[in-house]
């Protein structure tokens, strides 16, 4: 987010950030001295989470892990608190079987991962030692991965992996509100690995000795509803729009694809997308003559259901790709050799 990215106007909330560090570090020490309780599953639990706020690809990062497991045989449920969601309490985005739940009723990047992992459970929950003592209960999982958890300290992790994004990852270093962190830095010790998405440079791990792998969001395949392609024989001319907190990626990465962007509009993260949305993208796309209106996974799952939308409507599908898959392979696996 460009806001945090300098430290004007952001200055203005320097107050409002040292109280909300030091509510954070009281919060911490509490669990770190015992004061408060941290319940545990009786299946190993592996965190995906981030110390900042915005876009670091950690969906796409659970997406990764959850295949990974399956790859090795093992049962997997994902729990996640479903941010944007219109209900309350549990639900069941799926039994690994059915998708059992929309976008509204469980969340955008849930329903997202259900569909990109067959055969994985996905519960939805705030509390999450509910949700997965519940899920534990019905399904008997192998292993829990814990969506958006580093600070979900209720819950007992085996594995703390924080994910950043970008050579800029602490944007300029300051607690939320005058700057993107979730909590001090320091608390990085309690992570057993960092996940750089898109970075350069090691920008986190030259503070704090950790196990990293390097990684990138790669484009992949470009579908309407009906599972077809666009042709790319011409150029294309496409009205790209998207609710993610980096919404310059989805341009990027249709560049990547031989794609020419004559218009990106941008929503707000998690964006619930109405008729009249639907209408003023179609509007600009003959505004700007482009040949077709591209979108995201994220956004795609909370559009189709609800909209009739024209077969020149496309998501680009994305995933993650360690640089050395090789190496990667032996880290994750050392990693988890001790519980899985």
Request: charged share 25%.
């Amino acid at each position: 987010m460009p806001f945090f990215q300098s430290r004007w106007p952001a200055a203005l909330f320097w107050p409002l950030a040292k109280i909300y560090a030091a509510v954070m570090e009281g919060r911490n020490r509490a669990f770190d001295e015992g004061r408060r309780s941290i319940a545990r599953l009786d299946v190993p639990v592996i965190s995906i989470g981030n110390i900042t706020v915005g876009g670091t690809g950690k969906t796409p990062t659970v997406i990764f892990w959850a295949q990974w497991l399956q790859k090795r045989h093992k049962k997997v449920c994902v729990l996640s608190r479903g941010y944007g969601r219109r209900s309350r309490g549990r639900v069941l985005i799926s039994d690994g079987e059915r998708i059992l739940a929309d976008a509204a009723a469980g969340g955008d990047e849930p329903l997202m991962i259900a569909l990109k992992t067959p055969g994985v459970i996905v519960v939805v929950d705030a509390d999450r030692y509910r949700g997965g003592t519940w899920a534990c209960r019905q399904f008997h999982p192998d292993v829990v991965l814990l969506d958006d958890g580093f600070q979900h300290r209720q819950l007992h992790r085996d594995l703390d992996v924080v994910t950043f994004k970008g050579d800029h990852a602490l944007g300029n270093g300051w607690l939320l509100p005058a700057g993107p962190l979730r909590e001090p830095l320091h608390n990085l010790h309690r992570a057993g690995l960092f996940w750089l998405n898109q970075a350069e440079e090691d920008v986190v791990s030259r503070e704090f000795h950790k196990p990293v792998i390097k990684a990138q969001i790669c484009p992949q395949r470009v579908l309407n509803h009906k599972g077809e392609e666009p042709d790319f024989n011409a150029t294309l001319r496409a009205l790209a729009f998207c609710g993610l907190a980096h919404p310059q990626d989805l341009g990027l990465s249709l560049g990547e694809k031989g794609i020419e962007v004559v218009r990106l509009i941008p929503f707000k993260d998690h964006h619930i997308y109405r008729h009249r949305d639907i209408q003023e993208l179609e509007l600009a796309r003959e505004k700007f003559r482009a040949d077709v209106v591209i979108t995201t996974e994220k956004d795609w799952v909370k559009i189709v259901p609800m909209h009739d939308i024209p077969s020149h409507w496309y998501r680009l599908q994305i995933a993650i790709q360690p640089e050395d898959a090789h190496s990667a392979d032996i880290m994750i696996g050392n990693l988890s050799k001790g519980f899985l």
